[in-house]
Nanobody, 114 residues
């Protein structure tokens, strides 16, 4: 069972990034997928969740209207499109799978800075 995040990096405020998380070792299409993040020196916060068939989606208030979670069950991949990024979005972003088991990836770092 493995989740591998990618797509993090350095971006200027107001910019965009798309994170990807590719799953293996379990039946991806039956799992709820979620993104969370841990900012420097802070605890982990929930960001967004998408159910197995793509609906519904739910977002933390801090990212609502700026981030979009989606999934491609044929590719065993969940995405997080992040627009209008702010310095406070700087964090390590983790994807998680929730179903018969719960597992998390190792994370990808997003830095929003000039």
């Amino acid at each position: 069972v493995q989740l591998v995040e990618s797509g993090g990096g350095l971006v200027q405020p107001g910019g965009s990034l798309t994170l990807s998380c590719t799953a293996s070792g379990f039946t991806f299409s039956t799992y709820t997928m979620t993104w969370s993040r841990r900012a420097p020196g802070k605890g982990r916060d929930w960001v967004a969740t998408i159910f197995s068939d793509g609906s519904p989606t739910n977002y933390a208030n801090s990212v609502k209207g700026r981030f979009t979670i989606s999934r491609d069950n044929a590719k065993n991949t969940v995405y997080l499109q992040m627009n209008n990024l702010k310095p406070e979005d700087t964090a390590v972003y983790y994807c998680g799978a929730i179903g018969g088991l719960t597992t998390w990836g190792k994370g990808t770092l997003v830095t929003v800075s000039l």
